[in-house]
């Protein structure tokens, strides 16, 4: 900023008084002229109307005469056209020319004989009346009268700042003489050596008084800047010192942070290809497992073959503990937003984990609010590890009483509704110095937790990193042989279409018949190790299917060129070339139209990657390992495949679910069995009065039933039911349900007798 000075101060203070003078001459002067200018014209203006009118009330000019007479009065640059009209407005005589109209004859005929003024927007117009009914107009404009007023308020202008700098450039000469002797004693006392006694003095002549204060001032200061100088050099070199230090810990700590940030990613990727190489053999291991149950075995070797299924299972339950574990701290966990009705998803748990219970004397009990009935946007997968996660540690830490599951509304609005789930039992309870702990990884109630109940100690911290991923909070309250209770309170969106689809009638009829004569379906197997291809083709096979192998994407490129396939499984994991890759490839050498389903085999799968996956040519994918029941809902839903399994029991299952009791296996499928009429029925009087809604909560409620018993195919088919977008509803997966129903009738006629 340009520095304001006493000079410029006293110099400024004379300027703008003058300046303000000088405009105001010029303006007062200009608008008397402008004034003088505009009377002028108006005297002019009548003068001319007056002596042509006067000599046309003769009426002694033929046509002629008067168009050089009207040429002859208009004789000045502000009159533009002088008319004379007759009483229907038809020009009689016209001198000079103008862009503004003449008055047309109807407005004409509203004036009654005299004389008239019309101003309009680019001029003025003056009329007056002739004796034999002709009327004489003056067509001016202001223009050259303000170009006029306009120059001399210029040239007023120009004089008045000439004038202006004039005395300006006088005045800062003065000025600078006269405070001279100020400004050079304000530079002598930058530097004191240098003041001289003359200069003192003759500053002292101009304001002696501020001289005197200056000086005084000026020592005084100069005696604490001294001092605060050495004070600073001290503090300076403390503060180098302090600065080299926490630069020396800053190198240190980006040094660490850095390690610790490639720690981190090398364990993120360790644990995601080790899963992979875990899940891969794992896979093998259970579906050989489960096809040794089926086959003729000794009851010893029966006990041997679900002892390594439920180990097998037990390893897959601690290695997906800890892939989430890695996705939600590498925050690589999104998650989904799909239609679920909670109070379903919790009934259904809680069927599922109920053979937990044994022989233990517990009751569990589910209650939901009645107005959690609607359908709300979440994701599924991830709301039953919550649940299974709270109930199954409610079910191993409970010996006997009860556990009560009560999942509830706290608030709601237009868009959303606030949930709360309450899970409470009587079991041994936690020492509360230790509760706050518990949510941490690899943290238990005690060291001997691990021992006498099993875990990793991961259940709960998953379960409130999951918690927050949904926005809400997870809390626990507890005393030592008392019981627990844990509370989930989150916010969930409404579903859209939930409302909309109340009153309306989504039945859906297949468009196209499966075509039974086109059985069996050809399927291509891609996977580089033996063990799952063996499985694979062994599961199959078992469904009437033609099944051909590649052991790499290069030898699946080539079998889908030469042979056409109903479906083809490609693991994503493979040398030579991945399954993306592949799939690439062959979608590159379809044509015709033709679009064969490709589904991933996968040990892991992040949200992020199916996205990617379905951008470049996967259909949908099955994650390691794979159970049969997965293998049929995906052939059910890209191949229409309808396929009877050859049994409809699976005791090694159903032995399995019940805890290894045969009896209980038995009870269970006897319950179900009972209710199987009624839900036939229910799906059969559903279908003949297109009430989709009651067909679905038909589907859901058998299912639920179906959970803890041995029926997998009957399972698999009424997922397959509920897994149709948009509430649908299918005639051939009623058919399989109903075949299935058939099936288990047949297949347990023994156990009614």
Same mark, same amino acid.
């Given at each position: ?16 008084p003058v300046? &303000? ?24 203006? %009548? ?41 229907d407005?038809s &020009?009689l ?34 009329l007056?009346?002739l004796p034999?009914?002709?009327w004489l ?6 223009h ?15 004089l008045?700042?000439a ?11 003065m ?8 400004n050079?004693f ?45 004070? %600073?050099?001290h ?9 080299d ?5 800053n ?11 490639a %720690?981190n990613?090398l ?17 093998s291991?259970?579906g050989?497992?489960r096809?040794?149950?089926r ?11 679900q002892a390594?299924?439920?180990?097998g299972?037990?390893l ?19 998650l989904d937003e799909t ?26 009990q589910v209650?939901?609010a ?31 009483g ?15 509704i606030?949930c ?37 100690g ?30 989930v ?5 409404r579903d859209?279409?939930y ?27 891609v ?5 799952n ?29 030469a ?7 490609m693991?994503?994991?493979m ?19 033709q679009?064969?389903?490709i ?17 470049n ?5 099955l ?6 029941s997965?293998?049929?809902h ?5 191949t ?16 399995r ?5 045969r ?37 859901h ?12 195919a ?13 509430g649908?509803?299918?005639?051939h ?13 047949? %297949?347990?006629?023994?156990?009614q007798?």
């Amino acid at each position: 900023m340009y520095p304001w000075t006493l000079h410029h101060r006293l110099l400024f203070a004379f300027t703008l008084p003058v300046a &303000i003078l000088l405009i105001s001459l010029a303006l007062t002067i200009s608008s008397h002229y402008r004034d003088d200018l505009l009377t002028s014209h108006q005297q002019y203006r %009548s003068m001319t109307l007056r002596s042509s009118a006067a000599l046309l009330r003769l009426g002694h000019l033929s046509p002629a005469d008067e168009n050089a007479w009207l040429q002859l009065a208009l004789n000045d640059n502000a009159l533009h056209r002088l008319s004379l009209l007759s009483s229907d407005g038809s &020009i009689l005589a016209d001198a000079g020319q103008s862009q503004i109209p003449l008055p047309s004859p109807a407005r004409l005929q509203r004036f009654q004989p005299g004389q008239y003024t019309l101003a309009l927007e680019d001029g003025d117009q003056d009329l007056v009346s002739l004796p034999d009914g002709r009327w004489l107009v003056l067509t001016s404009t202001q223009h050259m009268l303000r170009l006029a007023f306009y120059e001399r308020l210029g040239l007023y202008l120009i004089l008045s700042l000439a004038l202006l700098s004039v005395l300006v450039g006088l005045l800062n000469i003065m000025l600078r003489r006269a405070l001279r002797p100020l400004n050079q004693f304000a530079d002598r006392l930058r530097e004191p050596n240098t003041l001289s006694a003359d200069t003192y003095h003759a500053a002292k002549r101009i304001w002696p008084e501020l001289v005197t204060s200056l000086t005084r001032y000026y020592f005084k200061q100069k005696r604490h800047v001294d001092a605060l100088k050495q004070e %600073s050099e001290h503090a300076e070199a403390e503060l180098r010192e302090t600065l080299d230090a926490i630069e020396r810990q800053n190198i240190e700590l980006h040094a660490a942070r850095r390690s610790a940030q490639a %720690s981190n990613q090398l364990k993120s990727e360790f644990l995601a290809n080790i899963s992979h190489e875990i899940r891969t053999p794992l896979t093998s291991l259970l579906g050989f497992a489960r096809l040794l149950e089926r086959t003729p075995l000794s009851s010893s070797q029966l006990q041997h073959v679900q002892a390594l299924s439920r180990s097998g299972e037990h390893l897959l339950a601690i290695l997906n503990d800890l892939l989430d574990l890695s996705k939600i701290e590498a925050g690589r966990l999104v998650l989904d937003e799909t239609p679920v009705q909670l109070s379903g998803l919790l009934a259904d748990t809680a069927s599922m984990l109920a053979p937990l219970r044994g022989d233990k004397p517990v009751r569990l009990q589910v209650h939901c609010a009645t107005d959690l009935t609607e359908s709300l946007l979440g994701d599924p997968l991830r709301l039953r590890q919550i649940f299974t996660n709270l109930l199954g540690n409610a079910i191993k830490f409970t010996a006997r009483g009860e556990i009560n599951a009560s999942l509830s509304v706290v608030s709601e609005d237009t868009s959303r509704i606030q949930c709360q789930l309450k899970i409470s039992d009587t079991g041994v309870g936690i020492d509360p110095e230790r509760l706050q702990n518990l949510f941490e990884a690899f943290e238990q109630a005690d060291s001997s937790t691990s021992r006498h109940f099993g875990g990793t100690g991961l259940g709960l911290t998953i379960t409130r990193q999951l918690v927050q991923l949904m926005g809400g909070h997870l809390e626990a309250e507890s005393r030592i042989g008392q019981g627990s209770t844990f509370s989930v309170t989150w916010w969930a969106a409404r579903d859209p279409f939930y409302r909309s689809s109340l009153h309306a009638v989504p039945l859906i009829s297949p468009t196209q018949q499966p075509d039974t004569h086109a059985l069996p379906l050809r399927v291509l197997v891609v996977d580089d190790h033996p063990a799952n291809l063996q499985l694979m083709q062994a599961w199959v096979r078992e469904l009437g299917i033609e099944v051909c192998v590649a052991e790499n994407g290069a030898d699946a490129i080539s079998a889908a060129a030469a042979s056409v396939f109903d479906l083809i499984f490609m693991d994503i994991q493979m040398p030579i070339m991945n399954g993306l890759e592949a799939a690439q490839a062959i979608r590159a050498q379809e044509h015709g139209g033709q679009r064969v389903p490709i589904i991933a085999l996968t040990a892991h799968a992040l949200s992020s990657e199916r996205e990617f996956w379905l951008r470049n040519g996967i259909d949908d994918y099955l994650s390691k390992p794979i159970d049969e029941s997965q293998l049929h809902h995906i052939l059910q839903q890209w191949t229409r495949y309808i396929g009877k399994p050859s049994s409809a029991i699976d005791w090694p299952e159903a032995e399995r679910l019940a805890g290894g009791r045969r009896t209980l296996a038995e009870q269970l499928i006897k319950t179900l069995m009972d209710d199987i009429p009624l839900a036939r029925a229910q799906l059969i009087n559903a279908s003949n009065t297109e009430d989709t809604q009651a067909w679905h909560r038909a589907v859901h409620r058998l299912l639920g039933a179906c959970r803890y018993t041995g029926v997998p195919a009957l399972r698999a088919a009424l997922e397959a039911a509920l897994a149709l977008p948009n509430g649908g509803w299918d005639a051939h997966l009623q058919q399989r349900i109903l075949q299935e129903m058939d099936a288990l009738l047949e %297949s347990g006629a023994a156990l009614q007798t």
